[in-house]
């Protein structure tokens, strides 16, 4: 067995055991994964992206995701303890448009005036509609992030490897969230603690926004702040179905990174940087132990930053599948791994 065989089998593994303890304890597993292993993974893929230029052509086109990254966190800080600092929606969504779509730019362009005119397109084209205010503010940098871009990392490497254990991985890693809202939906197996729902209060966006958008359902109160509203979000067979989802999605989203480390080699840098990551991690933890809402404000920046710096590595990961296909269909089948 390669190399390559044996991670794949060890992912799929990995993906049972993050289905099964998200179908156990949903809540609670999302909220240790995102506090333990979460600033460790953006501490170092921002490392391991910083040591590739971070997949585009030019050395000073990071600079704008960056920048929107701090200005997403001068909306939350807007929002939070109201500093009326003029960060609004329409704000946040044109500059979370403009760093998506000139990550395509910066992959594909090298020239650097035919480069920035298309950044000003990409800017320009902002004004044309907020329709995907709720794909570019809310999913892409959460459920997208951790799961659909995970999935075609995963596809990507099964394509490029002509691995047939890659192809298994990536069915079962589509397949599981399947299981989870069809086939054995339910209670939670492990009743919900006080802190759990308490600590919980900074993420339940993201659960109205699934359930309003994929399910239909429907508030009793604007917002759903209602009691009936989050008890049913916590505690209702649905609510709990999309909880099960999130927290499989985030914990092996962490956990393939790290399963990965022989491959990407994220490890191999320099001490000092190493003592630094380890540091901050420890630190992070350390708040999050504190007081779990502090922690999440806190490292916010930084969770931010390594999602808009991932984009360009999304884009490059996509169009490679576009290859690998095309080579597929003309030179043969997926070689036995």
Same mark, same amino acid.
């Given at each position: 067995?390669?190399?390559?065989?044996?991670?794949?089998?060890?992912?799929?593994?990995?993906?049972?055991?993050?289905?099964?303890?998200?179908?156990?304890?949903?809540?609670?597993?999302?909220?240790? $994964?995102? $506090?333990?292993?979460?600033?460790?993974?953006? *501490?170092?893929?921002?490392?391991?992206?910083?040591?590739?230029?971070?997949?585009?052509?030019?050395?000073?086109?990071?600079?704008?995701?960056?920048?929107?990254?701090?200005?997403?966190?001068?909306?939350?800080?807007?929002?939070?303890?109201?500093?009326?600092?003029?960060?609004?929606?329409?704000? +946040?969504?044109?500059?979370?448009?403009?760093?998506?779509?000139?990550?395509?730019?910066?992959?594909?362009?090298?020239?650097?005036?035919?480069?920035?005119?298309?950044?000003?397109?990409?800017?320009?084209? +902002?004004?044309?509609?907020?329709?995907?205010? *709720?794909?570019?503010?809310?999913?892409?940098?959460?459920?997208?992030?951790?799961?659909?871009?995970?999935?075609?990392?995963?596809?990507?490497?099964?394509?490029?490897?002509?691995?047939?254990?890659?192809?298994?991985?990536?069915?079962?890693?589509?397949?599981?969230?399947?299981? *989870?809202?069809?086939?054995?939906?339910?209670?939670?197996?492990?009743?919900?603690?006080?802190?759990?729902?308490?600590?919980?209060?900074?993420?339940?966006?993201?659960?109205?926004?699934?359930?309003?958008?994929?399910?239909?359902?429907?508030?009793?109160?604007?917002?759903? +702040?209602?009691?009936?509203?989050?008890?049913?979000?916590?505690?209702?067979?649905?609510?709990?179905?999309?909880?099960?989802?999130?927290?499989?999605?985030?914990?092996?989203?962490? *956990?393939?990174?790290?399963?990965?480390?022989?491959?990407?080699?994220?490890?191999?840098?320099?001490?000092?940087?190493?003592?630094?990551?380890?540091?901050?991690?420890?630190?992070?933890?350390?708040?999050?132990?504190?007081?779990?809402?502090?922690?999440?404000?806190?490292?916010?920046?930084?969770?931010?930053?390594?999602?808009?710096?991932?984009?360009?590595?999304?884009?490059?990961?996509?169009?490679?599948?576009?290859?690998?296909?095309?080579?597929?269909?003309?030179?043969?089948?997926?070689?036995?791994?």
């Amino acid at each position: 067995m390669t190399e390559t065989a044996k991670i794949n089998y060890v992912n799929i593994g990995l993906m049972i055991f993050s289905a099964l303890a998200a179908f156990m304890m949903p809540f609670e597993v999302f909220l240790m $994964a995102y $506090a333990i292993l979460g600033p460790l993974h953006y *501490l170092t893929e921002i490392s391991w992206l910083h040591d590739r230029n971070y997949f585009v052509k030019g050395k000073r086109d990071v600079l704008i995701l960056i920048l929107v990254a701090f200005v997403m966190l001068l909306s939350l800080l807007d929002s939070k303890f109201e500093l009326h600092l003029g960060v609004d929606f329409i704000f +946040s969504y044109r500059a979370m448009f403009t760093a998506f779509f000139s990550a395509l730019v910066f992959v594909l362009v090298k020239n650097e005036w035919l480069k920035w005119l298309g950044v000003l397109m990409v800017w320009a084209l +902002s004004f044309a509609t907020t329709k995907l205010y *709720l794909f570019l503010l809310v999913f892409l940098p959460t459920l997208v992030h951790v799961f659909l871009f995970t999935a075609i990392f995963v596809l990507y490497g099964a394509l490029k490897s002509k691995s047939i254990s890659g192809a298994i991985s990536f069915f079962v890693m589509v397949l599981i969230p399947v299981l *989870l809202f069809y086939v054995a939906p339910g209670k939670i197996m492990i009743p919900m603690t006080q802190y759990g729902q308490s600590a919980y209060e900074s993420f339940i966006s993201l659960n109205k926004f699934t359930l309003a958008t994929f399910f239909d359902y429907k508030f009793e109160s604007p917002g759903g +702040s209602s009691a009936a509203d989050l008890n049913n979000m916590f505690h209702s067979t649905i609510g709990v179905a999309v909880q099960r989802f999130i927290a499989y999605a985030y914990t092996y989203h962490y *956990l393939n990174w790290f399963s990965k480390t022989n491959i990407i080699r994220w490890h191999q840098i320099p001490k000092i940087r190493i003592t630094f990551i380890l540091a901050a991690w420890a630190v992070s933890i350390a708040l999050y132990l504190y007081n779990y809402q502090l922690g999440f404000e806190w490292l916010f920046l930084l969770s931010f930053l390594h999602v808009l710096l991932e984009f360009p590595l999304n884009f490059v990961s996509m169009i490679g599948i576009g290859t690998e296909v095309k080579t597929l269909f003309t030179k043969g089948k997926l070689a036995a791994s």
